[in-house]
């Protein structure tokens, strides 16, 4: 037995150390510095160009927005007029009031969740929502408050939107550089966020649909060789 358990931990150790080894080289191929850019009048043209690519109006006269995230395992119905989002995840559901959250009520299986459960519950669903909306309609949140915004130059002469957030969210401090056609529609957006601790990585925003409401809102996203779906989204009044 003593043997069986040196030679496991041996192997354990051997997998970490590839780990570290791999992650080192990812870190090494991919990782980028927030880049420089301008900010300006310039910069708040180049957000409404992009605004005006998606149909920000479609999307502010917008009430519901449905979707789901990580094949399906979140859930989303989000009534955008009254602040309410109906948040689903494996046997949990919670109705989650934004404008004040104490106030959600939170289901598993049905039944009423109440205590220190339900708190806990409200804090993910609040976390999910923050995140998988983000992957949603991040496009219309450039000129959110507590926004930052500035112009940058890329290598093939073209301009990118670099939008950085200083607050709001659930990871303030978080910096995205937006890759636009020259209409201004979104390509994709590289990273610079907490969670991620590469910076710099780039995801697609891809299979992009007019809605019924008449917004632009995508259904997939790429990272690298990981596509992210949106499932079926809705957006409608």
Do not use: C
Not at 34 to 47: N, R, T, V, Y
Not at 193 to 220: H, Q, Y
Request: charged fraction near 20%; avoid cysteine.
């Amino acid at each position: 037995m003593k043997k069986f358990l040196k030679i496991l931990l041996r192997i354990v150790g051997v997998l970490l150390l590839l780990g570290v080894i791999g992650f080192g080289i990812l870190y090494a191929i991919y990782n980028e510095p927030i880049p420089e850019g301008k900010s300006g009048p310039a910069a708040d043209a180049l957000a409404e160009k992009m605004l005006k690519a998606v149909n920000n109006e479609a999307y502010t006269n917008t009430r519901y927005l449905e979707w789901s995230f990580l094949d399906g395992a979140h859930h989303y119905k989000w009534d955008k007029e009254n602040g309410r989002v109906q948040v689903g995840w494996d046997n949990y559901e919670v109705k989650l009031n934004l404008n004040n959250p104490s106030k959600s009520e939170v289901l598993e299986n049905g039944a009423v969740v109440i205590d220190d459960l339900k708190t806990e519950l409200i804090a993910t669903a609040i976390d999910y929502f923050n995140n998988d909306s983000f992957w949603l309609v991040a496009p219309f949140k450039i000129i959110d408050k507590g926004t930052e915004r500035s112009i940058v130059t890329l290598e093939d002469g073209s301009e990118a939107l670099l939008v950085k957030y200083s607050s709001g969210g659930t990871t303030p401090g978080d910096a995205y550089l937006w890759k636009l056609l020259p209409n201004g529609f979104p390509q994709s957006y590289q990273m610079w966020v907490k969670v991620i601790p590469i910076g710099g990585l780039e995801a697609s925003w891809d299979d992009w649909k007019i809605m019924e409401s008449g917004v632009a809102l995508p259904a997939t996203h790429k990272i690298g060789s990981i596509t992210m779906d949106m499932g079926v989204v809705k957006a409608y009044n």
